[in-house]
């Protein structure tokens, strides 16, 4: 607990969307937050609230979002090691390693989680759907299949240069 609260995470409000619940007096507004909280370094976390206040709803995703970090395996610290595509429901993306000094190629929520992640270089597409989401919840799960040479070989029981020359050669 102490550990994590020393670490110093960069937070991206992605989206606030209000909503409303109609009673007998009139309209109450509540509101709904999605923000990504991320290390820079590789551990990045999705997290959502809800409350009747902006400020509780933020905070209320933060907590969510450290809760929910998950460890993404990047080459040179800068990009993702292999082409992935990830897929919830009607939201699909595509995420593609780039050469050093690309940048961050990805549109709306997508480029704030690459930015906490600490990736430099990076091509992303969202086709399907642009609903904040599943677009994010696609990206985790094209994170959560990709994979680094290292724990490929360990699979295999092969070293890591038997995995990453059979590569050059196909």
Known sequence: M????KTDFSEHLVTINRVAKVVKGGRRFGFA?????????????LGTGKAKEVPEAVRKATE???????????????????????????GK??????????????GGPMRALFESLGVKDVVAKSTGTSNPHNMLKATF????????????ASKRSKKITDITNSKKNN
């Open 33 to 45: 937050a999605i923000m990504i909280v991320g290390d820079n370094k590789g551990r990045v976390g």
């Open 2 to 5: 102490f550990e994590s609260d």
């Open 64 to 90: 969510n979002a450290k809760n929910k970090m998950i460890r993404v395996h990047l080459k040179e610290n800068r990009t993702i090691y292999h082409d992935v595509v990830g897929r919830f429901g009607a």
């Open 93 to 106: 993306v595509i995420l593609r390693s780039a050469a050093p000094g690309t940048g961050i190629i990805a």
């Open 141 to 152: 799960n094209a994170f959560k299949m990709s994979e680094s040479p290292k724990s490929i």
